[in-house]
């Protein structure tokens, strides 16, 4: 890629977040938003972090749209448009200063920094070690995986906040219905829903498989799991689970337990996470199918929200 | 960078830089914006922005660090669990509120 | 196997436990508790140069966990209070009534917040600390929303900022020096422009966590509406890890960047601190915004005392005065919000009038109440005494005299605002008569077991001053260096 | 029992406290009999080490409570003159405190916090350093706050807080103090004094305001004493014991320690700090005097003439010579002695006929002759009538401003007891020579076994009051204890 792609893709990067967010409508912010993360998406490419683009697309743009389109699809039908309302011009002209000169600060710091991929040489002879390919991978879910067990549970952690917030009489109980109010859009998901879950999981499958050494992973294929899993829901091909259901559960805890379970095992080869000589590429790929399989419920549970009243009734009497 | 345009910035400074801008650009809209769900909404503009100098700052000659590229995913991961958790208590604040519009005894405190 | 690793990985399975087990799931504090309590006690006792790299991955790379001082102190006192304000919510429900939801997941968020914590404490990797950073915040918000989704909410949204600011001078740090470790940042950091700055956005951030003035402003509306087992943790644990991840910054990884000047700034805030929390408690008329509001002041102290540690070469009693005051602070603050929950329950309104009679209604929890309020004043003995008598002789001795009146001047502030809540506890009974009726059932002696337990405990730390100072010594950073060496930087 | 006799004086009423809180009410016997055998082992332990302290055995306990600062007990013949002196007077305080609540509400509580006040106050006595005695000082400060909030009513809550802001206040003001002098010094020890030599005189001299105006508000030195008055909304025997024991006497004792054990004799006269704090215990015993004639109420007259007694200690200790000094120190236990029968008398008085009031207590001799029998041995000793007690302080404090150059402190002196003379001697006249009010029912005075032991306590301190005048000659009393301690140390 050239200098100049570079170059323009960053001022569109910047034009698409400036209108999403100044833009009135909040549907359109919400569009030039996803629109943004896609194009972020192409920025990492440019970056040659093809591992980063796949995750940005799918959870940055794909996953943060759809919860800001149900959220603000919700808010709607209380009669909140959530449009952008002007503040002070004083406010606004003090808050430009500062940021203006915060990022002629930052910008500054930035550059003063030789961009340099310093760990690489780190990473590179490590590899050999764990029998796989993808050094992201490594990084992930070997030399930082403890970064990344704790950071399963904080996506386990966020489902149970929002759990928290059902209403009393609430729970347990199922998410209210994502929305898709006129039948012939339902009909529409409900047959694609039924073609996309098993190619979702397919591809998902596929992409944990391929994580080991192409770009790809865990997080990615959960989100395409996690996508397909709320397309189906939301056309019915699959009932919105309950909050109690324990086999809802256990897809939730499995990933994060297995991961923990086999970090404490390193205790016997040494000491936390750490994996035996030779088994490494096979724990590795353990951790990603069960890790993958509980984040896409994960992610899917999160969009759709907390437990509502009368959201156990799966006739689509929505209230938009 | 075989290019006759007269060559300021590397690649990775052009990325950083723009993540920078859009930080700047993320706060501002945090700082004047009311809507929880458009402050919300840049603060994941904000989030991207800084990921995206940690990739520019990490691009080397002839690859990026897959060490940043690592923590970038894992914040990407983060920033999604928050979002949601922020998107879902701002509807139900906004559900609490309508249900108690009728018979404003709820205990629930109105926002400052 | 090591407590290094059980104290982050036991919480972490009582949570998922907890999922799997549903409504039942409360029961497992009864094996926490104990289990955890050892653990911590295990930490403590563990040979001085206790650490070790998870995956033994070496260290520009890998994660250093490490058993300092700081760490041993605070993850027993956390255990201490968690333990403790769990089996109080075993017998005192910690949701609003009808919240079936809240009751059950109340549970896996307290364990979160538990790992993160204890995690936290131990890592010496500044991004790893991030994510630990939002294990406690995200489950800190969700208890808060318990009480008011309103306060939680403005909650969420200025931690959010403050994470950001973190992760944002992460980003620089990892970007400028190739390594987020505390210890090798500590050989290498210099004072350039991108240094300073990352060390200003992690500050800025930390401080919105700390809640130190001026950025407390989320704090006291969200403490004081959660439950009282929620507010219990939050002003014990939520806001220390934010202060600890200073401590590592700006006297370890940063030390040799930053200036006098900027340690004064930091002072200067948490004397600020001290002086507007206390005088807005001596203001509040309810109970919980005046608990919560002495936390504004409570947290000032921990950063006065940070010129005082820079400002000698000797530091060991500023140090140790520093970090009891954040022990004896979570000890004596979560037994405080136990003790107001119960008394509140216990009659009809939420103000500090309407506490009449119920030094013989239920003496047990007002006594607990009381030791709270010995700690939190510096009155001898407790650990809040031994932390101040501490800081305040460093100060002395450093001729910091701005300091010490701070110092002096916040106790009695304390006493002012606190013993007007105890005081109340001994009037007799508002308008006494037909009201008498009208109040609640009175709680027995089961529930005030756990603020009292805790109470104690920060009376009992006064007198254990001397092992305290020694253990808050253990690889502090102006001591000895560190015992491992990991290769240079490349 | 060499190290751990002092750990046992001191922390044996935590024994009496912890049953007092955990009993609940319908147990009140077993509480009292706990209160009760406490006090009386306390005094058999006190009993012996007096013998062996006699024969030339130190008892000291150490332990360090921070890196540098050590805990320590330490039995020195001043720690024993109080702690004889807490002792005794606690037992019959505690017997009296029986009789005096019989059956009201809160005893467990306040039996608990009375026992924690009595182990502040020989923790005091008792402490080898500085640090140590803030410690028990403190503790002496909290424990006594629900003492003098014990009723709960308006007053009583508003005396308390009252107690506090001041007391606190004071002892923020000491510490900073002691702080200052040990970054200068290091830790303080009582039985080894610090020197001084080096210091400017400008900063020991503001220690040492700083140190005696933080101790100045227990002892109730004018401007400071403002708490004293108001806290006479408490209970009768509260008073006794923060007038004559506790308290007033903590803050009083601590001013000694501090010129004589901690700064010295030698360095107070150069700085020339003696003379202008005997001008202000002058003011005080003076002010205390006047406005203890302004009184109409007999608890509130007792509590200026407590101001005003208090002072004497601490002019003696200020004089800096030999004979103030004993003159001082004796009247630490005189005073307690001779206070605390007329606040014991002052309660019977309004426990039994309901006289609060200095104009109710005509004929009130004739009623209850016992209690005014004792009242009147305490109040002509605070005058200072030979052969009370009383006397021998003053004739010791005259002698000790004579030989010090202070001629004018016998003019105080005199005007004091004049003062007294004005203000006890009317209470005198209205008891014994007026007839009671037509409408007084007639009482016998020591009917029950409660009676008894609500009198009989104050008679015996009477007598006591009486005899250390009497045998004021004899090695062991308060007179030759005090010159013992004098000479043991302070006037090398």
Request: charge should be neutral; include cysteine.
């Amino acid at each position: 890629m050239t200098f100049a792609f570079d170059l323009i893709l960053c001022l569109m990067i910047l034009g698409t977040a400036a209108i999403a967010l100044f833009v009135r409508d909040a549907l359109a912010a919400i569009a030039f938003f996803i629109a943004f993360g896609n194009l972020m998406g192409l920025a990492w490419l440019g970056l040659d972090a093809v591992n980063v683009a796949l995750a940005e697309i799918a959870i940055g743009a794909g996953v943060t749209g759809v919860l800001l389109i149900l959220a603000r699809a919700r808010l709607l039908a209380l009669g909140d448009a959530a449009t952008s309302t002007g503040s002070p011009l004083l406010l606004r002209l003090g808050a430009l200063a500062a940021c203006a000169g915060f990022v002629v600060l930052l910008a500054a710091a930035v550059l003063s920094i030789p961009p340099e991929s310093g760990l690489d040489r780190v990473v590179a002879p490590l590899m050999p070690g764990l029998g796989i390919e993808n050094r992201v991978t490594g990084v992930l879910l070997a030399f930082r995986a403890y970064d990344t067990l704790l950071e399963s549970f904080v996506l386990l952690g966020a489902l149970v906040a929002v759990w928290s917030l059902a209403p009393a009489g609430a729970w347990p109980g199922r998410p209210a219905d994502p929305g898709m109010a006129d039948a012939p859009m339902r009909r529409v998901a409900g047959t694609f829903g039924q073609l996309l879950l098993p190619v979702a999981l397919v591809m998902a499958a596929y992409l944990v498989w391929a994580g080991s050494d192409l770009p790809g992973g865990a997080f990615q294929a959960g989100t395409v799991l996690a996508g397909g899993l709320l397309v189906a829901g939301m056309g019915g091909t699959i009932g919105l689970p309950s909050s109690d259901q324990p086999l809802l559960r256990a897809a939730l805890v499995l990933g994060p337990v297995v991961f923990l379970a086999i970090g404490l095992a390193g205790v016997a080869a040494g000491g936390l996470l750490v994996y035996p000589a030779g088994l490494a590429k096979a724990l590795i790929v353990t951790i990603e199918y069960t890790l993958f399989l509980s984040i896409g419920v994960t992610l899917a549970l999160l969009v759709a929200g907390p437990p509502m009243p009368g959201a156990s009734d799966p006739d689509p009497e929505g209230k938009g | 960078m075989d290019l006759p345009l007269p060559v300021l910035l590397s690649t990775g400074h052009l990325y950083a830089v723009t993540g920078a801008a859009l930080v700047g650009l993320g706060l501002y809209a945090f700082i004047t914006l009311r809507h929880p769900l458009r402050q919300l909404l840049a603060v994941n503009v904000v989030g991207a922005g800084i990921f995206l100098i940690l990739g520019g700052l990490g691009r080397g000659p002839d690859a990026t660090d897959p060490f940043p590229q690592a923590l970038v995913i894992t914040g990407i991961v983060v920033a999604v669990a928050l979002t949601a958790f922020g998107a879902a208590m701002i509807v139900r604040q906004a559900q609490t509120r309508a249900a108690a519009k009728p018979a404003a005894d709820d205990n629930e405190n109105p926002a400052p | 196997m090591s407590p290094l690793d059980l104290l982050m990985a036991a919480p972490l399975g009582f949570m998922a436990a907890a999922l799997m087990l549903g409504p039942s799931g409360r029961w497992l504090i009864l094996l926490a508790a104990p289990l955890m309590a050892g653990l911590a006690l295990w930490l403590a006792l563990l040979p001085p140069d206790a650490a070790y790299l998870v995956g033994q991955w070496d260290l520009p790379l890998g994660i250093l966990l490490r058993a300092d001082g700081v760490a041993r102190l605070m993850i027993l006192a956390t255990a201490l209070v968690i333990g403790a304000v769990g089996l109080h919510a075993l017998a005192e429900p910690p949701e609003k009534p009808g919240h079936a939801a809240q009751a059950e997941t109340f549970w896996p968020l307290v364990y979160l917040m538990w790992a993160g914590a204890n995690a936290g404490f131990l890592t010496t990797d500044l991004f790893n600390l991030y994510v630990t950073l939002e294990m406690v915040s995200l489950a800190a918000v969700a208890l808060a929303a318990m009480g008011s989704l309103a306060a939680a909410l403005r909650y969420f949204m200025i931690a959010l900022l403050g994470s950001l600011a973190y992760l944002l001078g992460v980003a620089l740090t990892v970007a400028r020096y190739d390594t987020v470790d505390v210890i090798l940042l500590a050989q290498v950091a210099e004072a350039d422009l991108a240094t300073l700055l990352a060390l200003g956005l992690m500050t800025a951030g930390l401080l919105i966590k700390a809640a130190l003035f001026p950025m407390h402003g989320w704090l006291p509306p969200a403490h004081a509406a959660a439950p009282a087992p929620a507010s219990a943790l939050l002003s014990a644990i939520a806001v220390k890890l934010g202060f600890v991840i200073l401590v590592r910054l700006w006297f370890e990884a940063f030390a040799a960047v930053t200036g006098p000047a900027a340690l004064h700034v930091l002072g200067g805030l948490g004397a600020a601190a001290v002086i507007y929390g206390s005088i807005q408690a001596m203001r509040q008329d309810r109970l919980k915004p005046l608990v919560a509001y002495s936390t504004v002041a409570q947290v000032g102290y921990l950063f006065l005392a940070f010129p005082l540690v820079a400002g000698t070469v000797e530091p060991s009693g500023a140090w140790a005065g520093m970090t009891l005051h954040g022990v004896a602070h979570m000890l004596a603050k979560a037994a405080m919000f136990l003790a107001a929950g119960l008394m509140l329950k216990a009659v009809a309104g939420d103000r500090i009038a309407d506490l009449g009679g119920l030094a013989q209604a239920m003496p047990l929890t007002v006594t607990a109440f009381g030791l709270a309020v010995v700690s939190l004043m510096g009155l001898p003995p407790s650990g809040g005494f031994t932390a101040k008598f501490l800081l305040l002789s460093a100060a002395i001795e450093q001729g910091a005299f701005l300091y010490a009146g701070v110092l002096v001047i916040g106790g009695l502030l304390a006493a002012v605002y606190l013993f007007r809540a105890l005081s109340a506890c001994f009037a007799p009974l508002a308008g006494a008569g037909p009201d008498t009726a009208s109040r609640g059932p009175v709680t027995g002696g089961v529930q005030a077991v756990a603020p009292l337990a805790l109470a104690g405990l920060a009376i009992v730390m006064g007198f254990a001053g001397t092992a305290l100072v020694d253990v808050s010594a253990i690889e502090a950073p102006w001591a000895t260096p560190t015992v491992i060496q990991p290769e240079a930087a490349p | 029992m060499m190290t751990f006799a002092p750990l046992l004086l001191v922390f044996l009423p935590l024994v009496a406290a912890g049953v007092s809180f955990a009993l609940p009410e319908r147990l009140s016997a077993w509480r009292n009999a706990a209160n009760l055998g406490v006090a009386f082992t306390k005094l058999l332990v006190v009993a012996y080490l007096l013998n062996a302290t006699e024969a030339g055995l130190v008892f000291e306990w150490r332990y360090e409570f921070l890196p540098g600062h050590d805990f320590v007990l330490r039995l020195d013949r001043l720690a024993l003159l109080f702690v004889t002196l807490s002792v005794f007077l606690w037992l019959l305080t505690t017997i009296y405190a029986i009789a005096y609540f019989d059956r009201g509400p809160n005893l467990p509580r306040f039996f608990g916090f009375f026992n924690l006040c009595v182990l502040a106050a020989t923790g005091v006595a008792m402490s080898g350093t500085a640090i140590t005695f803030f410690l028990f000082y403190e503790l002496l400060t909290l424990a006594t706050w629900p003492l003098v909030a014990h009723k709960g009513d308006d007053k009583s809550l508003r005396a308390g807080r009252i107690y506090l802001s001041y007391t606190l206040a004071g002892s923020v003001a000491f510490l900073a103090g002691i702080l200052w002098l040990q970054s200068l010094v290091g830790a303080i020890e009582f039985a080894a004094p610090p020197d001084l030599t080096g210091i400017p005189a400008l900063t020991l001299t503001l220690i040492f305001i700083l140190c005696i105006g933080g101790l100045g508000v227990k002892a109730a030195i004018f401007p400071l004493h403002g708490w004293l008055p108001e806290a006479m909304a408490a209970p009768a025997p509260v008073s006794a014991l923060l007038h004559a024991v506790a308290v007033v006497k903590a803050g009083a004792f601590a001013i000694v320690r501090m010129i004589y054990d901690v700064y010295g004799i030698g360095t107070v006269a150069e700085l020339g700090l003696g003379v202008p704090l005997a001008a202000l215990a002058s003011v005080t015993i003076l002010y205390g005097s006047v406005r203890a004639l302004m009184q109409s109420d007999l608890k509130k007259r007792l509590a200026y003439s407590t101001v005003s007694q208090v002072s004497y200690i601490i002019l003696g200790a200020s004089l800096i010579g030999p004979y103030a000094v004993i003159g001082g120190l004796v009247h630490l236990v005189h005073q307690g002695i001779m206070k605390i029968t007329l606040f014991m008398c002052a309660g019977a008085l309004a426990n039994r006929m309901g006289i609060k009031a200095i104009a109710d207590l005509d004929g009130a001799g004739r009623l209850m002759p016992v209690t005014m029998a004792a009242f009147s041995v305490g109040a002509l000793g605070m005058i200072g009538l030979p052969p009370v007690a009383g006397f021998i302080s003053k004739w010791y404090l005259g002698i000790g401003a004579l030989q010090s150059d202070a001629a004018w402190v016998v003019a105080v002196l005199a005007g004091s007891s004049l003062l007294n003379a004005a203000y006890f001697l009317p209470l005198l006249y209205r008891a014994w020579l007026l007839p009671p009010p037509p409408d007084r029912p007639a009482i016998r005075e020591l009917a029950t076994t409660r009676d008894r032991m609500l009198i009989l306590p104050a008679a015996v301190t009477a007598l006591v009051a009486l005899g250390a005048g009497i045998f004021a000659s004899l090695p062991f009393s308060p007179l030759g204890w005090a010159t013992l301690i004098a000479e043991g140390g302070y006037l090398r």
